[in-house]
């Protein structure tokens, strides 16, 4: 175990390089307007910039995990965002569509490989009774991170245009990568030996029901909060609110009641059980989901602070379950959960979609607050 100096600084290090790779997933969330109308595509399809790198995430998260369990976190975490700069700085380049979305899919590819096998890196490197709060603190980051993808690349895109907001995110990715190549201490997984590189062994998390439970709450409460900010843009650049693409991008600032709810959460977690804890961010965050549906910004702008609240309780948790749950491979279990999570977000990217094209704004809070009952489900029935 690193000593508590070490540890401010492995925590420093990995909270930068976390904003910098969350900030990436998100660049183009409040642009798909100005996507929309520079290359002349219906939302739905716009929403495939966001798809395309979340379902490659889905895909890919196991494999990594399995990887850190035989080679060690660092070198696998350094590369991948060193690389992940590649493809970012290449997305200001694309001629067309077609090109801006398999950049995007090549960010993907990178992406987990930073943030599958994070939470494992902290929970070899801290105490069990400091993995909760560590955890939460990495959530904080990782939700600094949406929140600067989002509102910066909104505003420098207003200000710039699109492809610039590439261009400084893949600056940003290059810093990340050198600062937890230089400050993260390196050494063998503690977990390298348990046998479950293979993918029987990977998979044979899914047998255990609170594991699959805490999978099933990840996908399902970010199903929803990814369809909820993916077509916010559109709801609230059209009438009667008529918000240009910079306020929209304002709007995001919400997000800091995320940061606020997992730092808060995390020292919870020292003394209320982790299945209430999701439980109850689960029913806060359809309460946000809901309360969208008033025809008042004000409104809609305090019902995603709810949101926001509801959805960090569940992640600053969810994501620590897991790790104190598993009791071998566990950087093969959280990136299992990672892979969950990014499945959701994928369906949550285009199914509320068409949900928006059927049946506008209503039809997408349907489609959010169904899944979160099932996250709700789950919790009940699987993790207790």
Known sequence: ?????????????????????????????????????????????????????????????????SLSDRVGRKPVMVASCALLAAPTLLCALAPGFRSLVFFRALQGLFIPGFTAIAVAY?????????????????????????????????????????????????????????????FLPGGPSMHRAEGVGSAPGRFGHLADRRLLGAFLIGGCCFFAFIGV????????????????????????????????????TARLSRRVHGRILM?????????????????????????????CVGMFIVQATAPAFVNLNASTGKGAAGALYTTFYY????????????????????????????????GLLADWLLCG
């Open 229 to 264: 900010f993916t077509y916010l843009p559109y709801y609230l650049s059209a009438a009667p609110f008529g918000l240009s693409t910079a306020a929209v991008s304002s709007v995001y600032v919400v997000y800091l009641a995320g940061v606020v709810a997992s730092l808060a």
């Open 122 to 182: 902290i929970g070899d490197h801290f105490a069990p009774g400091e993995v909760g709060p560590a955890v939460g603190g990495w959530i904080a980051a990782s939700v600094t991170g949406g929140l600067v993808g989002r509102v910066l690349s909104g505003f420098v895109a207003d200000a710039f245009g699109w492809r610039t907001s590439f261009v400084a995110f893949g600056v940003l990715t290059l810093a990340g990568a050198v600062a937890i190549g230089k």
């Open 279 to 307: 439980a109850t961010g689960l029913g806060v965050a359809a309460f946000g989901v809901a309360g969208t549906l008033v025809k008042s910004l004000p409104g809609i702008v305090f019902s995603l602070v709810v949101l």
């Open 1 to 65: 175990m690193a000593s508590p100096p070490g540890k401010k600084r492995i925590l420093a290090a990995l909270h930068f390089a976390t904003v910098a790779v969350f900030a990436d997933l998100y660049i183009t969330q409040p642009i798909l307007p100005v996507l929309s109308r520079e290359f002349g595509v219906a939302p739905a399809t716009a929403g495939l910039t966001v798809s395309a790198v979340v379902v490659v995430v889905a895909f890919v998260s196991s494999a990594y995990g």
């Open 343 to 374: 499945v959701g977000a994928t369906l949550g990217s285009v199914l509320p979609g068409f949900a928006w094209q059927h049946g506008a704004w209503p039809g997408v809070t349907l489609v959010c607050v169904a899944s979160l009952g099932v």
